[in-house]
């Protein structure tokens, strides 16, 4: 059974740059028919689409974060990892990594996300 | 701007049904958009629902369904039992790339 799990630092300064990686278990990244993605939730707030990439590194990322925002791919550990620079306290979220299909374009496998406090 | 749009909060009563609506500042929500409907209880991951507008991911009851109605996508509730208390999410597939998630809503069962 495919799972994925977040880690990174929970804390980090305004300015700096946020660091997360998503291990995935149970399958194989390199997967052609999946893309790999980062959804974040602020505190009392809805879920964003941060951004995603496929088995062979193409990358798509939501307009509003596109100028901050890096995700890529480790296929020899099996991971995929975000940056977000120049992070202030808007960035402060519950990060989720997921796994979306690549013909029905739905986030099939979560996370269970990790907590980032700017 | 895409904007998706979702009813803030919603009621239901125990044993009854309720259809949550998905659709676009700009447009109407068609089955190109592939639809998908998310719960998510507090503290919890999502969970998915419905994808490609209308199939039921492995293990969801047959009490939830996903469909066209008009000009949005929607996702129906029948027989509402009080652990369907939770926030909807769906999120449309904009093409090249790119995802945006409804505000959500929050379904009360009372």
């Known amino acids: 059974q495919l799972q994925l799990q977040e880690s990174g630092p929970g804390l980090v300064k305004p300015s700096e740059t946020l660091s997360l990686t998503c291990t995935v278990s149970g399958g194989s990244i390199s997967s052609s028919t999946h893309f790999w993605g980062w959804i974040r939730q602020p505190p009392g707030k809805g879920l964003e689409w941060i951004g995603s990439?496929?088995?062979?590194?193409?990358?798509y990322y939501n307009p509003s974060l596109k100028s901050r925002v890096t995700i890529s791919v480790d296929t020899s550990k099996n991971q995929f990892s975000l940056k977000v620079s120049s992070v202030t306290a808007a960035d402060t979220a519950v990060y989720h990594c997921?796994?979306?299909?690549?013909?029905?374009?739905?986030?099939?496998?979560w996370g269970t996300g990790t907590t980032v406090t700017v | 701007q895409t904007v998706v749009t979702q009813e803030p909060a919603f009621s239901v009563s125990p044993g009854g049904t309720v259809t949550l609506t998905c659709g676009l500042n700009s447009g109407s929500v068609s089955t190109s958009y592939y639809p998908s409907w998310y719960q998510q209880t507090p503290g919890q991951a999502p969970r998915t629902l419905i994808c490609n507008t209308n199939t039921r991911s492995s293990g969801v009851p047959d009490r939830f369904s996903g469909s066209i109605l008009g000009n949005k996508a929607a996702l129906t509730i029948t027989g509402a039992q009080a652990d369907d208390e939770c926030d909807y999410y769906c999120?449309?597939?904009?093409?090249?790339?790119?995802?945006?998630f409804g505000g959500g809503t929050k379904l009360t069962v009372l």
């Open positions: 990439i496929s088995y062979s590194g193409s990358t």
């Open positions: 999120v449309l597939y904009m093409g090249s790339g790119l995802w945006v």
């Open positions: 997921a796994r979306q299909d690549f013909y029905s374009y739905d986030m099939d496998v």
